[in-house]
Nanobody
Framework: QVQLEESGGGLVQAGGSLRLSCAAS????????MAWYRQAPGKQREWVAG???????NYADSVKGRFTISRDNAKNTVYLQMNSLKPEDTAVYYC?????????WGQGTQVTVSS
């Protein structure tokens, strides 16, 4: 079993920055892929960024150039550095881990960007 715990969310003004963390524990394999998703009120959950086991990254067009995903395999932690935040980035952000044993989600952390 795998547990994921996000942290780092909060309230920030437009143009500001936040850094989200997702710590994984349990039966984690080194070749897991991790990703961040977000869900705004009344909208479907959407993919934000992903990182492979060898730290290859991809981003949604809406965050490209502003967000950076990274991982520390020694700490089983993935990060999402969010810069130049916009009100439309307001959402609950979720961490996802995918490996052979299954797909796992965290409980989410709220990010609110005020204009």
């Amino acid at each position: 079993q795998v547990q994921l715990e996000e942290s780092g969310g909060g309230l920030v003004q437009a143009g500001g920055s936040l850094r989200l963390s997702c710590a994984a524990s349990g039966s984690i394999f080194s070749f897991s892929a991790m990703a961040w998703y977000r869900q705004a009120p009344g909208k479907q959950r959407e993919w934000v960024a992903g990182i492979t086991s060898v730290s290859s990254t991809n981003y949604a067009d809406s965050v490209k150039g502003r967000f950076t995903i990274s991982r520390d395999n020694a700490k089983n932690t993935v990060y999402l550095q969010m810069n130049s935040l916009k009100p439309e980035d307001t959402a609950v952000y979720y961490c996802k881990l995918a490996q052979l044993s299954g797909v796992y989600w965290g409980q989410g952390t709220q990010v609110t960007v005020s204009s």
